[in-house]
Every structure is written in structure tokens, then in C-alpha cells.
């Protein structure tokens, strides 16, 4: 287990053009990495956002949390190196911890609130990071000839692996509340769901040639 260690820094006003606000990172010596989700860990207020950045001295990998109303950002460093703009995969946990990976095999877990972190060797390499309401976390990974959904239980470190029966490349996804995992599968066109506790598979195939009607 490693410290996370938490800085804080405080920006200027933003600007404003339209509706659109901008802070200059790059002033404050981090820039911001692919992906903004909605977190709440339970430092900061419930409108933050989380997302993973870095330092442009070194590119030392960074989790940060922002507060737009406030103009606030909290800085934790992450002591293993993201690289700018490929790969960054991560989600807020409940209770404040974060999950990154970066495309390889290495998964890593910030506790905000204990000001700390883990780390665990899958021996696969996620494809994109799914939060579950008992405090797993799913991903699916890519292979030949198919890919396969993986469940890590952090207090045990066990992890548990469903291998798909087509699909070779599984991606992103999202829980649903009964704890089953929705996820796209590329190669295939299909939406498909996990059901993990009596696992159980189903996935749906929009008709070739059909029009899908659009809801506004």
C-alpha cells in the first residue's frame, strides 16, 4: 500500500464566453486527461467532478477533484506515471475511493479519505472500469478468439472471470441496480448483459437494415 498525498490548489475566476467556462490548468503546472465523470467523495461537494490528470514537469500521474462553483481543485498523487491522452479508464467509488487504470495490467485504488491507495496485478488488461453497489469492480477485457468480463473483490483481491462465447472485444459498460453489468460488444454490434449471480448472459442485436426510431 502507498500514501496518496492530497494537495490543494485555488484558480482565479474562470472566463466565461456564452455558457461555456475554462480554467488554465496548464498555468498550475497539471492538465486534465480524457475522461470528467460526476464523483462525490465525501471531502468535497456532491457537484464536484473527478478526473485524472498530470504534472507537466514530470507527467506523474494525478487524481483530481474540482469544485466549478468554488473554483477549487484537489490534487492526489497517483505514483504510477499516466500517460497523456491514451488510456485513461477510471470511476469514483463510494466513499470517496477512485479507481485508475491506464491499458495495462497494473489496477489501482485511491482511498480519498484515508489518503491512500492500492494496487493489484490482474494479469489482464481492462478495457474500461465498472462500479458495482457492494464495492466490486468489473471490466471487461479484450481476446482471441473472445474476450471475457473479470469482477475483482478488493478486500479479498479475488478475481473472478466470465468468458464471453463470440465477442472478442467487450467494452466500456455500465450497473445496473441489481448488480448485473451492461456492456457493448464491438466486434458483434450487440448490447449485452451479465447477470453474476447466476450467471447468465443475454445480448440484444439491432435487426440488419432497420431504422431505429430516435425519442427526443
Known sequence: ??????????????SSVAMLSTWDLDAHNFR????????HPPAVSRKSLVFCGARLSDFHGLVVTMEPESNRFLLWDVDDALTEGYGTRFLAQHGGRIWVTKFTTQLKM???AAHSQLTW??????????S?????????SGGSPTGAIHRLKPASGRLTTWTLPT???PCSGVASRDGALFFAERRTSRIARLDVEDNRLVEWQLPSGSNPQIIS
Do not use: F, Q, Y
Open 110 to 112: 485511491v482511498d480519498m
Open 1 to 14: 500500500m502507498h500514501n496518496a498525498r492530497g494537495g490543494c490548489r485555488r484558480l482565479g475566476r474562470p
Open 121 to 130: 496485478n490482474l494479469g489482464v488488461t481492462p478495457g474500461g472500469l465498472v
Open 167 to 169: 465477442e472478442p472485444v
Open 32 to 39: 486534465a486527461l480524457i475522461t470528467i465523470e460526476r464523483g
Open 132 to 140: 458495482r453497489r457492494d464495492g466490486s469492480v468489473m471490466m471487461p
